[in-house]
């Protein structure tokens, strides 16, 4: 299994300013991965965030809105930028684990609203 | 185009009530798993099927994955309060981009005492 410490856990910010969110794991991973989930909804794939390298973002998604980092194997952060009100949601940070079974685990989310 | 269709999207039972959820794909999954999210958490895995056929009984919760590895079901039997929460599909596609997972929209279940 993983921990993965998520924070902020929940945020309320102005349009137009930018907020970044650090997600800490308590192991070493590969892969790590950016969620968003708006209200009653599913999860929607932002980007997978591999240390060493850029991340990749799922199509609808840019790095300019989105800024991720991922200095080490513990550790990313996701920024979202330039806030709108339509950015409200919750934001989840996610890892596989190689077991017997890949399985993924998640954070806490951090919720965002956007005033 | 939804990759992976839930049903019910929601769904309001009693207490003591047995329930389905389904999720249904016209893709082949190498592994399915479910997750149960509660409000301000995030989603908690419950089983992770991989063989077609497969059923997993985890207390209360059985679940089934299609001998085709298409489609999968969460049958809750006796149904209590603390059963409540969003319930998630999500399947690893065979081949391709198979390191990522595909979500469903999820089922939210309320179970009224």
């Known amino acids: 299994s993983a921990v993965i410490s998520q924070k902020p856990s929940r945020d309320i910010c102005q349009r137009g300013t930018s907020l970044t969110i650090q997600c800490q794991v308590d192991?070493?991973?590969?892969?790590m991965f950016w969620y968003r989930q708006q209200p009653g909804q599913s999860l929607t794939l932002i980007a997978t965030a591999n240390q060493g390298s850029e991340a990749t973002y799922e199509s609808g998604f840019v790095i300019d809105k989105f800024p991720i980092s991922r200095p080490n194997l513990t550790f990313s952060t996701l920024t979202v930028s330039n806030m709108s009100p339509e950015d409200s949601s919750i934001y989840l940070c996610s890892v596989e684990v190689q077991g017997t079974n890949t399985e993924a685990f998640f954070g806490q989310g951090t919720r965002l609203t956007v005033v | 185009t939804q990759l992976l269709e839930q049903s019910p999207q929601f769904l309001s039972i009693q207490e003591g009530e047995n329930l389905t959820v389904y999720c249904n794909s016209s893709s082949v999954f190498s592994s399915l798993q479910w997750y149960r999210q509660e409000p301000g958490e995030g989603p908690v895995l419950l089983v992770t099927?991989?063989?077609?056929?497969e059923v997993k009984k985890l207390k209360r919760l059985t679940f089934q994955f299609g001998d085709a590895r298409k489609d999968s079901s969460l049958h809750i039997t006796a149904a209590q309060p603390g059963d409540t929460g969003l319930y998630l599909c999500a399947g690893k596609r065979s081949g391709g981009s198979n390191y990522k997972l595909t979500f469903g929209k999820g089922t939210l279940l309320t179970v009224n005492p």
């Open positions: 099927v991989v063989t077609g056929g």
């Open positions: 192991s070493q991973v590969t892969m």
